[in-house]
């Protein structure tokens, strides 16, 4: 038995080996030798941009806990007028690019546009009468990506909230807590290990973003990785950079482990069928709606009707060739991925379950290539581009080396001129999307089947093909579309990682948005907004079925 998984266990591991390329790529090419740029660097802006990152990722994580926490236990515990709408409502702004929401703030409240002209139409004003905080800041960039990123602190702490026991709520009333108190005393503190989840990942989107802080003209450590390398040339100073970052990623989940270590909390579910919510009315009702819809206008609904706006009044600047030509780019890449990452989780998956059910699970390390296939979803865009450039540059020296050799002549920029770069880049950072789905759907299938196909004579290979993928199916069409919607809004790794004449619709927008014309691009805008709804929708569903 164990030779007849040989083939599938070199296949796990060789693809797991590919994916992990690229990160091990950046510390190899960062500990290499000394360079003179990141020493100037590091002695002159590298503390500033750092200390930038630092302020950007706490105050992002501040304002999305701020934003996402009270609207979490509000949806959870709270009876609300319209509460079935605004509970997937206030997810919408995890659709919206930062990027977009950045141009749109900064567009209304400049000192040319609509908001400022009215203050001062209305109060007869001149520019030495009032003061008006400047959007393109610091704090600007924070309270953007705190709008576009709390639904991840929203979704995680309104799941927590609603698997706490009704006898711990009931007993909160009997003594005679508040709703703010049973809050603070006894909802928050069981919902911790969720909320620095959702923290986590605000931190990780907020250190991997470029297109906010690149439009707010604030430097951080991902625009010195894309600045050191397409300005300065230089890939092995964007390796260093590149690898401080990762090391700060790999702090970020260490120290969220490492808060968690002692917390240990068992408690009953929802045991009866009664509403045992909190009936809110008054002002606390209203604030509450207030407060709630707010965050759903200001993160999305606003900036989507702007861009409606904007895609009416230049609709025959939108619809061109290039629009259309970009938009069957996003489709052939994000395609590609999509059917790679499927193929890749269904062979690591598989090769799991064979070894499981075969009674060699323990000490085989077969569970390996599945958590190295996840790995990248951790990385930065930008950071993991660097690694991919790496490693492709080295494929494409050693191919040319091995044709100069040979007499063949020179092939050229086989992998890091063309798609591959960038479909490589992308796999490695989706795949643990759709390895998560496949697993989930893999551990429904009972084990008795698997003896059954293997008393019938069925081979593994045959088995996989009429047994498991039939079964899996649906959890395989899920994990690439969502893996398909996620490489169509990828902008980070899409910038670094295009071939020349090369662009996807999110690399097209975000060119219109930093020459401040995004009214040309509103068309596209919207698609990427459409298409990023759909995986908070089946998110959503999901929670619904559970709760």
């Known amino acids: 038995m164990k030779e007849k998984y040989s083939s599938w266990k070199i296949s796990s591991w060789s693809m797991a080996a590919l994916l992990i390329l690229s990160i091990l790529a950046i510390f190899y090419t960062a500990i290499g030798e000394s360079d003179e740029l990141f020493a100037h660097l590091f002695s002159t802006v590298l503390p ?11 105050g992002t994580m501040l304002l999305a806990l701020i934003f996402g926490l009270p609207s979490a236990w509000l949806m959870a515990m709270c009876r609300l007028p319209g509460e079935k709408v605004l509970q997937w409502a206030l997810v919408l702004p995890l659709a919206m690019p930062g990027y977009i929401v950045g141009y749109i703030y900064t567009d209304w409240f400049d000192f040319a546009g609509p908001i400022q002209i009215w203050l001062r139409n209305t109060f007869h004003l001149t520019p030495q009468d009032y003061w008006f905080p400047d959007i393109r800041t610091l704090p600007g960039a924070m309270t953007v990506l705190a709008l576009v990123l709390y639904p991840y602190v929203y979704l995680l702490a309104r799941s927590a909230f609603m698997e706490q026991s009704t006898s711990l709520l009931q007993s909160a009333r009997l003594l005679k807590c508040t709703p703010w108190q049973s809050f603070y005393r006894v909802s928050m503190p069981l919902a911790r ?14 250190l991997g973003d470029f297109g906010t802080v690149s439009y707010f003209a604030v ?3 991902t625009t010195a990785v894309y600045d050191t390398w397409l300005g300065y040339s230089n890939l092995t100073a964007a390796a260093k950079i590149s690898a401080i970052m990762l090391l ?5 989940l260490s120290a969220e482990r490492y808060s968690r270590r002692k917390q240990k909390h068992f408690q009953a ?18 604030l509450s709606l207030a407060w709630c819809w707010g965050l759903v206008f200001a993160g999305f609904l606003l900036p989507l009707m702007q861009l409606v706006s904007y895609a009416s009044r230049y609709f025959s600047k939108s619809w061109t060739v290039e629009f259309k030509a970009y938009s069957i780019n996003s489709l052939q890449v994000s395609l590609s991925v999509a059917a790679v990452c499927v193929v890749l989780a269904l062979v690591v998956n598989f090769y799991r379950r064979l070894v499981t059910q075969g009674g060699e699970a323990r000490g085989s390390l077969s569970h390996m290539p599945m958590r190295l296939s996840s790995l990248g ?3 930065p865009g930008t950071v993991l581009a660097i690694g991919i450039m790496v490693a492709v540059l080295t494929l494409d020296h050693t191919v040319n080396d091995i044709a100069k050799w040979m007499d063949w002549g020179r092939p050229g920029l086989i992998f890091s001129g063309t798609m591959f770069a960038l479909i490589f880049a992308l796999t490695v950072r989706f795949a643990a999307v759709a390895v998560g789905s496949i697993e989930s759907g893999l551990s429904k299938v009972s084990p008795s089947l698997d003896m059954a196909a293997r008393t019938m004579g069925c081979t593994s290979s045959n088995m996989l093909k009429r047994v498991h993928f039939p079964l899996v199916m649906r959890g395989a069409l899920i994990a690439g579309l969502l893996v398909f919607i996620e490489s169509m809004k990828e902008l980070n790794a899409s910038i670094l990682l295009r071939p020349f004449n090369f662009e996807t619709l999110a690399t097209y927008v975000y060119n219109f948005v930093s020459d401040q014309q995004l009214e040309l691009a509103a068309l596209p805008a919207i698609l990427l907004v459409l298409v ?10 999901s929670l619904e079925k559970v709760h």
């Open 48 to 58: 500033t941009y750092t200390l930038n990152t630092i302020l950007l990722v706490s």
């Open 532 to 541: 990023g709804l759909v995986p908070l929708i089946v998110v959503n569903r």
């Open 269 to 286: 579910q929802f045991s009866s069928h009664e509403d045992n919510r909190y009936a809110l009315s008054g002002w606390q009702k209203w």
């Open 248 to 252: 700060v990623v790999i702090l970020l």
């Open 377 to 379: 979803y951790a990385v």
């Open 193 to 206: 290990p969720a909320i620095a989840v959702g923290l986590s990942l605000v931190a990780m989107e907020t």
């Open 219 to 221: 430097s951080t450590l």
